[in-house]
């Protein structure tokens, strides 16, 4: 099984390496997370161990839930496929010392809502021209129908306005400038999707 750690986007900043180089980083909260269960062929058909994270009031939890995680109070539960069976046990803890500076990752995580939104903003269409008498039709996004297709109906999949993030992006290949086991707190250099407080999932 490879590293794999739950963490809470803090905020962007940067930082210093022993070169003098700056490197614009995000800070996320990581772990400790709970292996609340250990999935394998035998009785799952595949092999998994699932992690709990963050604590909740214990009142907005179903006794299903609570009985599941043998009395935690997790926020959040994930679990990670494994190739063979993992060396975890249930109830062992997770922190951010696996990871080392170096470390090439791959994070997911829910990008910003922005509601609903033009052709312009959401897919990047440049809109009408912006002379020669046009009015109203700077950020429109032209026409739409097709041609002699069953009299120019809308094709499914067409590019429009609709509502625009809020949905999961993974980015690759992003790498870990500095971890603090003390605080719990991992820098990864670049952006990572999401809002302060997004639940970001690491894995190498």
Same mark, same amino acid.
């Given at each position: 099984m490879g590293k794999f750690i739950l963490a809470t986007k803090q905020n962007m900043t940067q930082i210093f390496d022993d070169k003098g180089l700056v490197h614009p980083v995000t800070v996320l909260k990581a772990g400790p997370m709970t292996v609340t269960q250990v999935k394998n062929t035998a009785k799952d058909a595949y092999n998994a161990v699932q992690f709990g994270y963050g604590a909740r009031r214990e009142k907005n939890i179903s006794k299903a839930l609570k009985?599941? *995680?043998?009395?935690?109070?997790? *926020?959040?539960?994930?679990? *990670? @496929?494994?190739? /063979?069976?993992s060396e975890l046990k249930l109830g062992d803890s997770v922190d951010v010392s696996t990871f080392s500076v170096g470390d090439k990752v791959?994070?997911?995580?829910?990008?910003?809502?922005? #509601?609903?939104? #033009? /052709?312009?903003? @959401?897919?990047?269409?440049?809109?009408?021209p912006r002379s020669h008498g046009q009015k109203h039709?700077? @950020?429109?996004? /032209?026409?739409l129908g097709g041609g002699g297709r069953d009299g120019g109906r809308v094709a499914k999949g067409k590019r429009m306005a609709g509502r625009m993030g809020g949905v999961r992006i993974t980015s690759k290949g992003l790498t870990v400038v500095s971890v603090k086991p003390e605080t719990g707190e991992i820098f990864i250099r670049g952006a990572v999707p999401g809002r302060r407080g997004t639940l970001v999932e690491i894995r190498s």
């Open positions: 009985g599941h *995680m043998k009395g935690g109070n997790f *926020m959040h539960v994930k679990e *990670m @496929r494994t190739e /063979g069976e791959t994070v997911s995580s829910i990008s910003k809502g922005k #509601g609903f939104q #033009g /052709g312009v903003k @959401r897919h990047g269409f440049k809109g009408g039709s700077e @950020r429109e996004p /032209g026409s």
